[in-house]
């Protein structure tokens, strides 16, 4: 099977930069996802890491280190729009995800 | 237009009812899924299919039933609805061996009194 674990909640202010960790658990690994979900949408792809690294994609990054299990999603610059939960998401192969239990993140002006 | 749609948006339905949520995607996809939210636990996933007339199960599929006879469809049936079933169930679709990459629907709010 697989867990994912990451922060219920974060806080932070306009134009800083914040990081939100998920570490994970699995007995086969492909890859980590990120999804942002605001308030009453629908979860939405920001990035993929197959590999170990930093994949920039613009104020969004993500991070993966396969030896210690754990990846992180940083997010600079930080607007108010950027205000809504994140979910980390491993694959075990070509099919399913399995999702975290997200980070709900709160930036105030 | 293009996307993925799912429908109702909202529903209310009794207990012991049999419910059917839809899903439609426009993209083609091979994949489909359905996943429920629920305040705690995320994103679970109850069932998936990689093409019309192939599903399985996911890590939620008890009292629910899915069917995909045609590639842009994939619905999902509550047999019959339990309180515990009330929650927010999101359709999503993605492109062969892109299963990292899913595209969600608007999401269909369940409640069952």
């Known amino acids: 099977g697989q867990s994912l674990e990451q922060p219920s909640e974060v806080t932070a202010v306009e134009g800083a930069i914040v990081q939100i960790n998920c570490t994970y658990q699995?007995?086969?690994?492909?890859?980590l996802s990120w999804y942002q979900q605001h308030d009453g949408g629908a979860p939405t792809f920001l990035s993929y890491n197959a590999l170990d690294g930093l994949e920039e994609t613009g104020r969004f990054s993500s991070f993966l280190s396969r030896s210690d299990s754990y990846g992180y999603l940083l997010l600079q610059e930080l607007q108010m729009k950027d205000s809504a939960s994140y979910f980390c998401?491993?694959?075990?192969?070509?099919?399913?995800?399995?999702f975290g239990k997200g980070t709900m993140l709160l930036v105030s002006p | 237009d293009a996307g993925i749609t799912q429908s109702p948006r909202y529903k209310i339905t009794e207990t012991g009812r049999q419910v059917t949520l839809m899903c439609h995607q426009t993209?083609?996809?091979?994949?489909m899924f359905w996943y429920r939210q629920d305040l705690g636990h995320g994103l679970r996933l109850i069932y998936y299919s990689a093409a019309a007339d192939i599903t399985d199960k996911g890590e939620v599929p008890d009292g629910y039933v899915v069917s995909r006879s045609k590639t842009e469809n994939f619905p999902l049936t509550l047999e019959s609805a339990t309180r515990s079933q009330t929650s927010v169930y999101f359709c999503?679709?993605?492109?062969?061996?892109?299963?990292?990459?899913?595209?969600f629907g608007p999401g269909t709010r369940l409640t069952v009194t």
């Open positions: 699995t007995s086969g690994f492909y890859g």
């Open positions: 998401a491993s694959n075990s192969g070509y099919s399913t995800l399995t």
């Open positions: 999503a679709s993605s492109e062969d061996r892109r299963s990292y990459e899913q595209y």
């Open positions: 993209w083609s996809h091979s994949y």
